[in-house]
């Protein structure tokens, strides 16, 4: 039974205006909640059958009450659902095909499966887009999927891609773990909140009616029952239309409904409720145990009554309250055969330790869980493993023989459960088993690693030690030491590290360790190059990079640091070359949105941009979202404003305004505030750009190459303000950057490094008025490995200062070289500071022909080109009408009538 939608009609608005937005490009997720049957399916349902008129593929998929037993239970069942067009996409990720029936993947059981399933179905989103993703009863979501839909809540920006869950507010208790994640999905503008309260009586009344018949009396005694819940006032329907009484409370209600069937009926459904909302057929008559005619005619009779419905090839109840009412009503005894019953049939391990352990088979639960645990870790659910292991873990000490049945001791599945809930982002969790555990080199290498990622040192040290003295075979030994080194590099032990990591090298060549191997390798690259040995660096990476570990997170982090060794070396092309080996690598993995997946990226976004490929840096940088809610999202999203500062784009005031929360964070402050240091001089605020600048320097350590270009922002904005008040401490802290590096005993700065520090120089000299001209000479010949805008910059700096010494052609000429390159890059800040210096000193072209400002330049050259308006204010990130306006004002500057003769006349004025 289900009446037409009533008295919803602002919510399914509030959902389509989501659907719509989905549709225009922005992604959007909404969440739908209310108590049980107020209305939630329904309207969704209204949102589905919207999609599919609106041309989009819909998935949907459903939550069961077995919790975290089941890993992505929702997501499998909504690709075993899903249209052909996307069944036939899943094929292009395998990652994501593991989760359909009769099909395996190789994958590794590490951490970063979870992220390639969630990059992978981030890529399928992408494929079949555009695409209505619906995950029900949300309130009974296992870990992995809660983190799946906080990934996809943050992750999908410009897609058309729109994700609905529906969840129960009467079953979110105060510790209720869907509870901190819609706090903190409800924060996100991404996300629209939808909360279904009763219906109003009226309201209510119409919904009746769209029921049946009804008389007045009848009516009114409905309405005032339900209390404006449409499946109490349908059930109170159907049992009026029945002829039976009503009883108090809407649980007596649906047994009264379920005590009408036949005593065969009423067998069939209390198995089907010990099932669970959803049942196969075949396992249902196995475990009702009736003949086949007996079986099927009783299943027509729960059909006929409303009370299943059919579903594939089984059976699901109508509504999760009639389950959970029959369920309720079973017997002890009752519900403990049944569910014994149901495990004899199953295979699935975590569905197997469910009914094991509510049946109260403790042997089988514990084997089951502990196969459940493995099946989770392939599955790439590390949190699922987790608690898995741990149920197994705490039925340990009551079954005889648990080591055989668990098929590893209990030591070993304890560590597989420390290593899972560190692969689960948990870390401290990882730690604290970690110490529980006899003391062993496996698990002191495991702790070192743990505690070295947050942040002990000093307890990264001392278990990385123990590790290598009481490691007993040489692969123990290998990982060990590879471990220890790494452990050392950033402290006052950093010279222990060469010899460490050739130990190593050596005993990990022996036994064939390659994950150790490389690990080795790139520590001792990474150690190499802060002490100035670039080649031997170079040689190292590469050599850690030609080898396939079988770690993806080892093969990509290879990869990002050798691209980064040859970017840090001024070697673009090569940089370029090797980045885009890895991405490709990331992107097959689906490990896109990976720690180095993402590094890789922004790498790639800063070659672009140091090689003058803005458009492409650009692209790249579109990708960054800057809707951010947590710390590693606001971080990359930092990376973009390299790109949209130098271009002025009207972006860079709402990323900033999204970043500033997290400027509590060094690296977050670093990067976003030294930014916003050259936004606010581009636009004529040096004060806030000297408080930026002076704010991300003092998130760096003493000896940082990070601050140089910070202290050349701090005295190009000291400039601007005319003071010189802390000038010479900013010189010195630049130059023991410079000389020293971050260990005091001295570094190695790339090409990129020695030009700032050179920058620093000339900067400070010109506070002083000294407008040194053969220091600026030198500036550009130090960014002229490739850094194209910098060399615009220095010479913009050159020609100021050649023109202060009488040497006006010249000065005229790098002048000319600044703009042309300003132009090229569309850097409309830097284009309007040359186009005002050239006016004062009166260049030729100092202002372009009939007065064009900056922008319309801009506008000019994507005229000429071709554009149309839209194209062009998409272009450029303004609004059409605006372009429109500067349109209008070239053909006037330029006194012609048509795009096609502006064109013509800024191509003869060399304008583009």
Not at 293 to 298: D, L, S, T
Not at 315 to 324: C, D, G, I, S, V
Not at 901 to 909: E, I, K, L, T, W
């Amino acid at each position: 039974m289900n009446g037409l939608l009533v008295g919803r009609s602002a919510e399914l608005s509030k959902l389509v205006r989501v659907l719509e937005s989905a549709a225009d490009g922005t992604a959007g997720v909404a969440l739908v909640g209310g108590d049980a049957g107020i209305g939630k399916t329904r309207l969704v349902g209204e949102l589905v059958a919207e999609a599919r008129e609106r041309g989009f593929h819909v998935m949907v998929g459903q939550c069961a009450e077995l919790g975290d037993a089941l890993p992505y239970l929702p997501l499998a069942d909504a690709l075993r659902g899903a249209e052909p067009g996307v069944r036939e996409a899943v094929a292009a990720h395998p990652m994501l095909g593991q989760l359909l029936p009769g099909r395996e993947s190789g994958a590794p059981s590490a951490g970063l499966t979870q992220q390639r399933l969630f990059g992978s179905l981030l890529g399928l989103l992408a494929d079949v887009q555009p695409v209505l993703f619906v995950i029900e009863d949300l309130h009974w979501a296992d870990r992995s999927t809660r983190d799946l839909l906080v990934f996809l809540s943050r992750m999908l920006q410009s897609e058309r891609v729109c994700v609905a869950g529906t969840y129960r507010t009467d079953d979110l208790h105060r510790r209720h773990p869907l509870r901190a994640v819609l706090a903190e999905l409800k924060r996100l503008p991404s996300v629209t909140n939808v909360e279904l309260g009763p219906l109003e009586s009226g309201e209510m009344s119409d919904y009746v009616t769209t029921l049946g018949q009804v008389d007045a009396q009848e009516l009114g005694l409905i309405v005032s029952r339900a209390e404006g819940n449409p499946f109490y006032a349908e059930e109170l329907f159907a049992a009026m239309s029945e002829g039976d009484s009503l009883p108090d409370g809407l649980a007596s209600l649906l047994l009264s409904r379920v005590e009408v069937l036949s005593e065969a009926g009423q067998r069939v459904l209390r198995a089907a409720a010990v099932a669970g909302r959803r049942v196969e057929d075949d396992l249902l008559r196995e475990v009702a145990g009736l003949p086949l005619a007996e079986f099927e005619e009783a299943v027509r009779e729960i059909v006929s009554r409303g009370l299943l419905k059919v579903q594939g090839h089984g059976y699901a109840f109508r509504h999760a309250l009639l389950q959970e009412a029959v369920y309720t009503d079973l017997l002890p005894g009752e519900r403990t055969r049944l569910h014994a019953d149901f495990a004899r049939l199953l295979t699935s391990p975590a569905e197997l330790a469910h009914h094991h352990l509510a049946g109260h088979d403790l042997a089988g639960a514990l084997a089951a869980s502990a196969q459940a645990g493995r099946e989770a870790e392939r599955l790439g659910a590390p949190a699922e493993a987790h608690n898995h292991y741990d149920q197994a873990l705490g039925l340990w000490d009551r079954v005889e023989g648990a080591a055989g049945l668990a098929g590893e001791s209990r030591v070993a599945l304890a560590f597989r459960s420390a290593v899972a809930a560190a692969d689960s982002g948990d870390n401290h969790r990882a730690v604290h088993r970690l110490r529980a555990l006899p003391s062993t080199s496996e698990v002191e290498e495991r702790l070192a690693y743990y505690l070295f990622e947050t942040n002990d040192p000093p307890g990264a040290i001392a278990a990385a030690e123990r590790a290598v003295e009481s490691a007993e075979d040489e692969p123990s030994l290998a990982r060990a030491l590879a471990t220890q080194a790494r452990t050392l590099l950033w402290t006052p032990r950093h010279h222990e590290v060469e010899p460490l990591t050739a130990r190593a090298l050596e005993t990990a060549r022996a036994c064939g360790a390659v994950d150790a191997e490389v690990g080795a390798l790139l520590t001792l690259a990474s150690y190499v190059e802060q002490r100035g040995d670039v080649a031997r660096a170079h040689s190292l990476v590469e050599s850690a990079s030609a080898r396939e570990t079988g770690d993806l997170a080892m093969d990509l982090r290879a990869r990002f640091h050798h691209a980064r060794i040859h970017y840090e070396q001024g070697l673009l092309a090569q940089a370029a070359e090797v980045a885009d080996d890895g991405i490709k690598l990331a992107v097959h993995t689906g490990l896109n949105w990976s720690t180095y997946g993402t590094d890789l990226r922004f790498l790639r976004l800063l070659i672009h941009y140091v090689a003058g490929e803005w458009d492409a840096a650009e692209a790249v940088a579109a990708g960054f979202g800057a809707r951010v809610g947590t710390l590693s999202e606001a971080i990359l999203s930092s990376f973009a404003l390299f790109i949209e500062v130098g271009r002025g784009l009207p972006a860079v005031e709402a990323r900033l305004g999204w970043l500033r929360p997290f400027w509590h964070d060094p690296l977050a402050t670093y990067m976003s505030r030294g930014m916003a240091a050259e936004h606010a001089l581009w636009n004529g605020d040096p004060a806030a750009a000297l408080d930026h600048a002076h704010a991300a320097m003092a998130t760096l350590d003493e000896g940082e190459s990070g601050t140089l270009r910070l202290a050349a922002v701090s005295l190009w904005a000291m400039a601007e303000l005319g003071t010189t008040e802390g000038a010479d401490d900013l010189l010195a802290r630049a130059r023991f950057a410079a000389t020293r590096g971050p260990t005091g005993d001295g570094g190695h700065l790339g090409p990129e490094g020695q030009a700032w520090a050179l920058r620093v120089e000339a900067d400070w000299h010109r506070l002083y008025g000294r407008l040194d001209v053969e220091l600026w000479r030198k500036v550009v010949a130090a960014f002229d490995f490739g850094f194209v805008y910098e060399v615009a910059r220095a010479r913009w700096r050159l020609a100021e200062a050649l023109l202060a010494a009488g040497e006006r052609e010249a000065a005229q000429q790098e002048w000319s070289l600044a703009k042309e390159a300003a132009g090229r890059l569309r850097a409309a800040p830097l284009e309007a500071a040359l186009l005002e210096f050239g006016r004062r000193a009166r260049f030729g072209g100092g202002q372009a022909e009939g007065g064009l400002t900056a922008r319309e330049v801009e506008v000019l050259r994507l005229v000429a080109e071709g554009l149309t308006n839209k194209e062009i204010a998409g272009r450029l990130f303004i609004a059409q009408k605006t372009v429109s306006v500067h349109v209008s004002n070239i053909l006037a500057k330029l006194e012609v009538s048509t795009r096609t003769q502006a064109a013509a006349a800024a191509r003869a004025h060399d304008l583009l």
